[in-house]
């Protein structure tokens, strides 16, 4: 690992929590899931974003704040199956800067699509970046100098085309627009079956980086080389959240 301070490493980690934490107490959120709730219950309009709503709505910020952000579309597919990634890059380190100086943070989201409010989480990070919102209790002055010398990577919507399937009514579905569950696709422990495995939730896929999705991540992971990557994901319910 490169050598670098670890001061970017803990602001980013209280930083996230305290914007974790601002989010839960939003109005914008359900606070807790009821496991009563019909398969085929509609997914709350005044609380969540369409994916192509927040899509929308990360682009336009993009467009309101092209001193720091730029936002790229990545495509890939496989055997007739399709896939794009949105990826958005806050980045306020002076050009000059080598590459070796810059502490890289990647930041994904919406893996599983039932998992709706990890991508309005993302949303909500990028729109604190750029001042847009703010955290209750956070002065951002105060962490200039650090974010100065942060590029951080959002991917918002890692799954899209699983997430049309959950807002098509199948609020339940973790998996891609082809029945795999992405984060079973890569090549570490590929295949392996712990003992609560289930086949329909956790297929693999028929070898590891089968899925555009996963292919699309591999390669970010690659061309950016971060010193951090956190995914994040949330309950099993459409309509919960569970901090670990």
């Not at 709503?53 to 936002?71: A, F, M, Q, T, Y």
């Not at 847009?132 to 209790?137: D, H, I, P, T, W």
Request: hydrophobic share 40%; aromatic share 10%; net charge negative.
């Amino acid at each position: 690992m490169r050598s670098l301070s670890s001061l970017p490493f803990f602001f980013f980690f209280f930083f996230f929590l305290a914007l974790f934490q601002a989010f839960l107490k939003s109005p914008i959120l359900v606070h807790g899931g009821n496991s009563s709730l019909s398969p085929i219950t509609q997914i709350p309009q005044d609380l969540y974003h369409s994916s192509d709503e927040l899509l929308r709505e990360i682009s336009s910020l993009v467009g309101r704040h092209p001193d720091v952000l730029n936002i790229e579309t990545i495509r890939a597919g496989n055997r007739g199956y399709f896939a794009e990634i949105l990826v958005i890059t806050y980045d306020r380190v002076e050009k000059r800067k080598p590459d070796s100086l810059k502490f890289k943070i990647l930041l994904s989201f919406g893996q599983h699509g039932r998992e709706l409010i990890t991508s309005e989480l993302a949303l909500h990070l990028l729109s604190v970046l750029t001042g847009e919102l703010s955290v209750r209790g956070m002065n951002m002055d105060s962490i200039d100098s650090i974010l100065n010398n942060v590029v951080i990577k959002v991917v918002p919507m890692e799954n899209r085309n699983g997430r049309k399937l959950v807002e098509t009514g199948d609020l339940c579905e973790r998996r891609n627009g082809r029945g795999v569950d992405l984060n079973r696709n890569w090549s570490v422990d590929w295949g392996k079956k712990e003992k609560d495995y289930d086949p329909y939730e956790e297929n693999p896929g028929v070898a590891p980086f089968s899925e555009p999705e996963a292919q699309i991540m591999r390669e970010i992971t690659k061309s950016f080389d971060p010193h951090i990557w956190v995914t994040v994901h949330s309950g099993m319910e459409p309509g919960s959240v569970h901090a670990l």
